[in-house]
Structures are given as structure tokens and as C-alpha cells.
């Protein structure tokens, strides 16, 4: 999947970029399902040893911000050091999140 990125130019004041800053559009429109038949703890980083933020429940969707290596983690869609942000200071592995892809689909952390 490719991901499109806009460079804004703007104070960041009123909602815009400031110059430099990297706006995904893609990845913040795009939802991912999590595994069927699984609820997924979310992290607050990207590992098992990481504080539980709350659990995801059946067949949730999520947004994935960004990705992060980390932990290697086995799910239903196979082993993976990938782990999805999903928001601040949330974390889940890609091993339970259905994005079609083995490699990252969002830009890295």
C-alpha cells in the first residue's frame, strides 16, 4: 500500500502544519480489523511488558498513526515485530491486526 504524505506550510496555530511537519492522509483514514474471534490488549508500548491501556473488544477496527518495532509477538497472522500505534500511548501488535501486508503500512514511530 503506498501512503501519501503532505508537507503543510502554517504557524500550527489554527490546526495546520508547521513547515516541515509530515501529515499522513492516508493512514489516519484507513481502518483495520483486528483478528476474528480475538479481544486485544492494548499496550502502552510496543511489548507484552508494557501496561495494559484497555482491551480491544470483537471485532474491532482500528486507525493505525504509525508503526513501531518492538517486541516479537505470534498472532493469526503470523510472527511480527511490528506494532501498531492507535493512538497516544497505545500500542498493539500487527500480528493480530488484519492489514494485508507482513511489512509496515504506516510510516515508523
Not at 483486528?34 to 474491532?60: D, I, K, Q
Not at 497472522?77 to 501486508?101: E, F, L, M, P
Amino acid at each position: 500500500m503506498s501512503v501519501d504524505q503532505v508537507t503543510g506550510i502554517g504557524d500550527g496555530e489554527d490546526g495546520t502544519a508547521s513547515a516541515g511537519e509530515t501529515i499522513t492522509a492516508t493512514a489516519a483514514l484507513r481502518s483495520y480489523p483486528v483478528a476474528p474471534g480475538y479481544r486485544l490488549n492494548v499496550r502502552s508500548g510496543p511489548g507484552t511488558g508494557y501496561s495494559l491501556v484497555r482491551v480491544l473488544s470483537e471485532g474491532a477496527k482500528v486507525a493505525i498513526n504509525c508503526q513501531s518495532p518492538g517486541q516479537w509477538v505470534s498472532g493469526p497472522y503470523g510472527t511480527s515485530n511490528i506494532w501498531d500505534n492507535i493512538g497516544s500511548g497505545q500500542y498493539v501488535s500487527d500480528a493480530y491486526i488484519r492489514t494485508g501486508s507482513d511489512g509496515y503500512v504506516a510510516p515508523r514511530c
